[in-house]
């Protein structure tokens, strides 16, 4: 709500606080103001000039006027206005005058002819082309006939541009202030100054009518439905006073029939719609919800398809407006209207939100209802609306209001304690204080010791609890003057739960290999989702998603990495060491599920480029390598490894990882297939590795039992065998193992080799063996004998060769 | 020429030649020369029949003196000789030092983990539990258990993605109090926690709107909590992120899990309060939103409101970073352009 500082001071005393101030004070206390805008600021010698003369200028769309400005001469000025004419009172901005966006106004010749100034349309000192009046929107601006305006006098205040308009940006509970009297209410406690907020006296002049006209409400659309009748009326601009109102909250003006009710929304925060009387010949109203797919065109022309949630006004039988949203077309007052009825009423506010929503067509009345209004202040609208009506459009007031449906809200009564509000505030507020501060909000409080009772009035709907009140007395004593304090509580022992510990330890020691940490969408393509993944299971699937490439939950964390490595990858950003630890989502048993994942992505060389030229490209083993490290940092062992196809992965360079036969995660290179699709990807060799956290955890220990290192000395062997190339390294260590005996520490790989000097279909593998007896001197011996042992299985169980 | 001649001119002769040795070597040839068993100083001994017997006692003494004179000089020009030999050595083997190392790879947190650790650390140490709930929410806990009632338009489907009716991708991490509030047994202690993690809204993404982002979200209630409690809290997240000469203030807000309902600004850190494009011209920077738990939303979780109250509190991670860091688009934190994340590796504490 765009509040007047001009109006609110009819209101409210503030005349000796600074602006600047008092926006801050509301913001502070009330409600945020987002801008204090001051329309004239910037602009200079912009005055009031009278066309005296104005010719065409052959040959061009210009004219060429005589002014009087106020100026020891008459100015001659070009305007390339359409509608420039004699005898019109128009805005000048004079020689070293200035406009909007700073622009500055020089004597000069516009096609040789001499022009000492410029006559000026509203947008161009500094009107948002929105509030213009549509006459003036492709033209200059003409003062009404009857302006109170002299040439020479600055036009800031007959524009209503020496305002200054608070932007109220204000949250959905305070609607109240949607309105010059629930602004005026705020501002007044705010500034604890009396509020003067009159009452309407009206004298109705025209002929009964509600008995001959019927309506058929549907009272859980409409709980609230007024009607007022008016005829004899002349349809017209409205005086510029209201006009200026109008623009400086934002809204255009239209004609003195709908100005007014838009007058009278800004003063009491109730919508109001006027129609044509002729639109209801039948004499009858009705409102009731839409039929699907009932053509409707509203009054700014746009043509809607009606919905069955949709509430309508109908004149018996068809829509003429979209209740609370927008009046219809059909039901338009015109210029040679006479006779008006005018709509006051309450409709419920999801419906309103959600017709405004579905037709994309929020409207200053949408607003408002959506949020609620004033229950109360209904006949005051008809009645401020009927008076404004009578003198400025010449309206005969019929007499009497349909009131077409008329519900009434139970009064709230909050019953409440000094010491409750005072405990929650963390203050000592005594009770006479508390009355003042509900005096300056003008709500009615009663104190019996320390019992309070505050009866609410219907403008603050949004207040009925307790601790609503102690909000209200909180903002207005202060949040300012409210001591800042550490909670004096218990001892409680911070920290995190062990299943984060335990994903920390984790993040810790993959950024300690140099990954750096990346966090990806959670929603993806269900393609995306699927992929890197040994099962896919049932999708977590948005109902009704953005896009397609955001529909479902991933099941993955790899697809959010490879977007990653394409988006670097076009930016020739090729060194990638990326990691990403969070969740992978699904549904089992219309049971959701989430698991915590960890995903490493390497591309590129293990040294950056280095002069030494050591371009080692990362390969399996070495992002393998950073997968084992890991497994010693965590405690884990007995991983295994096994080959296997795995979706997105490369067919014969991939494995899936196991522990005690669970699968924990695959780790291999990114398929080809992939990365050839891919513009960006294509020609990129990238690893890779997903661990699922939730089964890690399961095997990730802590607390170290201290053991010394050996006293013994150890005994090392080399071993050097042929075999079979279809037979694995685990294959051949685990007979080694089995046939080492007990003082076997260690068994490393120390080469492999398969080509040119070994017989095809065989390849040489070459380990090395320590030994250590923790409590004796090892004997070679001893050692010889379980290499022994270790060949003849090695020949027995595999048909090795020993070298 | 007698003995002591012979000694005197041996003396010469030695020195010169122990001088004269330049390698190891050739200094070993006069060492054999000269102390060697067959050496010089050995023939006089052997010719030591030839002097008087009143004299031999004499010469032995004047040969050994020799003798150690010789030996130590020897050992000293060994000594010269290996050291020359080190430094050529070393002069050999030198490098540029102003070569660059080579370089492997450095790890990094993420920005809004920078953040979010940081004030997990704050939080850790004032005795606050961290939480963390399910993304994939119900209706349940994210609205009904709020205090957000049917219809409220945060439960639009314009506004959440829903998977069903019930079933949702949290809109705010509030859902999280709602769950620790069912199972806290207050006779066991107050409830501290912070509860972070992913929140989920429909909205397009752009500058400044992002489908996805992270928030915290706190909470403390017991019997004896009050709004003091609740600004003295902010005021030390406010100072503590953005600055201790940081100005902050609070304004009435509104959400439907808190009331009274606040939200913190502090003072502008690009202008200190003087008016920029960074605060609109406001001179103040929304960092927080607040307040003090609903009744209503105790009483759903089972706590009697009369008895207990407390705070809550909510922060948006991404916006917190983005105003500690300056980053003027937050989809920034999603695109994982490695430029963009590997600035912050100095970051973390």
Known sequence: MLVSYNWLKEFVDIDDLD????????????????????????????????????????????????????????????????????????????????IAGGHKIKRGKIRGIESNGMICGLQEIGFNESVVPSEFVDGIYVFPADADVKPGEDVYEALGMDDYIFDFDITPNRADTLSMEGAAYEVGAIVDKPVKI??????????????????????????????????????????????????????????????????????????????????????????????????????????????????????????????????????????????????????????????????????????????????DNLEKAENMAALLLRNEAGATVAQGILKAADQQKEPTVIKTTVSYINKVLGTEISADEMKRIFDRLNFESNFAGDELTVNVPARRWDLAIPADLVEEVGRLYGYDNIKSTQPLLAETHGGYSEAETKLRRVKSIVQGQGLMEAISYSLTSPEKAHAFVKEAKADAKIKMPLNSSRSVMRQNLLEGLLDAASYNFARKENELFLFEQGRTYDREGGEFHEHEHLAALYSGHVYADNWQHEDREVDFYFVKGQLEELFISLGIKGVSYRAEAISGMHLTRTAGIYLDGE??????????????????????????????????????????????????????????????DNLTNEDVEKVIRENAGKYLTKLQVIDVYQGEHIESGKKSLAYNLTFRNDHDTLTDSVVSKAMETISEALIAKLGANIR | MDLFDKLVELRKDGLAKIKEATDEKKLNEVRVELVGKKGELTKILHSMKEVAPDKRREVGQRVNELRDLFNEQLDGTKEEILKALAQKKLEEERIDVTLPGKRGHVGSKHPIYLILDDLEALFIGMGYQVVQGPEIETDHYVFEMMNLPKDHPARDMQETFYIDSENLLRSQTSGDQARVLEKHDFAKGPLKMVGPGKVYRRDDDDATHSHQFMQMEGLVVDKHVTMGDLKGTLEMIAKHVFGADRATRLRPSYFPFTEPSVEMDVSCFNCDGKGCPICKYTGWIEVLGAGMVHPNVLENAGVDSSVYGGFAFGVGLDRFAILKYGVDDIRDFYTNDVRFLGQFRKEDK
């Open chain 1, 663 to 724: 699968y924990l995660g695959m780790i291999g290179m990114i398929a080809p297939s992939l990365t050839f699709l891919d513009k960006t990807l294509r020609g990129h060799e990238i690893y890779a590795y997903e661990l699922d956290l939730d089964v890690l955890s399961k095997y990730q220990t802590q607390g170290t039992k201290a053991v010394p290192a050996p006293k013994f000395p150890a005994i090392e062997r080399d071993l050097s065998i042929l075999v079979s």
């Open chain 1, 19 to 98: 602006v600047n101030d008092l926006a801050e004070k509301i913001t502070r206390t009330g409600v945020e103001i987002a801008d204090v805008a001051h329309p004239m600021a910037g602009l200079k010698k912009l005055v009031v000039g009278y066309v005296e003369e104005c010719v065409a200028i052959e040959g061009t769309h210009l004219h060429k006027t005589l002014v009087d400005a106020g100026q020891d001469e008459k100015l001659q000025i070009v305007c390339g206005a359409p509608n420039v004419a004699a005898g019109e009172k128009v805005i000048v901005a004079l020689h070293g005058a200035r």
């Open chain 1, 198 to 375: 009159e009452p309407v006296v009206l004298k109705e002049d025209g002929a009964a009518w509600t008995d001959s006209f019927s309506a058929e409400i549907d009272q859980k659309l409409a709980p609230k439905y007024y009607l007022r009748k008016f005829s004899g009326i002349t349809v017209k601009p409205s005086p510029l006073w209201m006009q200026t109102r109008l623009w400086n909250a934002g809204i255009r003006p239209i004609n003195n029939v709908v100005d007014i009710t838009n007058y009278v929304m800004l003063l009491t925060g109730l919508p109001m719609h006027a129609y044509d009387a002729r639109t209801f010949k039948d004499h009858q109203i009705g409102v009731r919800l839409a039929e699907k797919g009932e053509k409707f065109t509203l009054l700014s022309d746009k043509k809607i398809e009606l919905d069955a949630q949709d509430i309508v006004i109908t004149d018996g039988t068809k829509p003429v407006a979209l209740a609370g949203v927008m009046g219809g077309l059909n039901s338009e007052i015109q210029p040679d209207t006479t006779d008006v009825y005018l709509e006051v009423g309450v409709f419920d506010p999801t419906l309103i939100r959600k017709a405004a929503l579905r037709h994309a067509n929020r409207t200053e009345a949408s607003s408002r209802f959506e949020k609620g209004v004033n229950w």
